[in-house]
T-cell receptor, first 112, second 113 residues
């Protein structure tokens, strides 16, 4: 298996632009998670899905952030409009009914 | 309020010696604990886990110890190798939120050749 796939690996955008991050979980996994890593706050959970249904989005910082999972093999995290303070590394992770989550390589987002 | 704490931001160890990474937690509802390793420009990689019904779990060179009364866990790496140099994150999950991991801030381990 290729593991969790994220795209793009790096994204540089200007303030006010829409940003879409993509994730393909490991085939067969029923949970998908989006995390953000910053120097100040470390790794924090933004939202997670179970069987494509959002379960807990309490970590989503603002309404500018939204996430979807239209099918079992694809999820997006969208920021609209983006702001410089959104600059961070965004990780997607998936798991199969267990505690162990498997992470993708991350997307480094820079908003100027 | 940090529920999972890794108080040592960095640790240096000589190759071949033991590395001990520590983690403390405050939430009594946590019942499952994990260690992840992270290399630069990569995502965290699952390393080893332990359930609260155990006090030790071993996998090759890696052993995790859990002291529930002290709300403390540790990761032992023996013998340490230069390839073990990475950031190690402790994570915990608990009843009612079993799928949510709460991460510590990480410890940078450097194994010196």
């Amino acid at each position: 298996d290729a593991g969790v796939i994220q795209s793009p690996r790096h994204e540089v955008t200007e303030m006010g632009q829409e940003v879409t991050l993509r994730c393909k979980p490991i085939s067969g996994h029923d949970y998908l998670f989006w995390y953000r890593q910053t120097m100040m706050r470390g790794l924090e959970l933004l939202i997670y899905f179970n069987n494509n249904v959002p379960i807990d989005d309490s970590g989503m910082p603002e309404d500018r952030f939204s996430a979807k999972m239209p099918n079992a093999s694809f999820s997006t995290l969208k920021i609209q409009p983006s702001e410089p303070r959104d600059s961070a590394v965004y990780f997607c992770a998936s798991s199969l009914g267990l505690h162990e989550q498997y992470f993708g390589p991350g997307t480094r987002l820079t908003v100027t | 309020d940090q529920q999972v704490k890794q108080n040592s931001p960095s640790l240096s160890v000589q190759e071949g010696r033991i590395s001990i990474l520590n983690c403390d937690y405050t939430n009594s509802m946590f019942d499952y604990f994990l260690w992840y390793k992270k290399y630069p420009a990569e995502g965290p990689t699952f390393l080893i886990s332990i359930s609260s019904i155990k006090d030790k779990n071993e996998d090759g060179r890696f052993t995790v110890f859990l002291n529930k009364s002290a709300k403390h866990l540790s990761l032992h790496i023996v013998p340490s190798q230069p390839g073990d140099s990475a950031v190690y994150f402790c994570a915990a999950s608990g009843l009612g939120s079993a799928r949510q991991l709460t991460f510590g801030s990480g410890t940078q381990l450097t194994v010196l050749p």
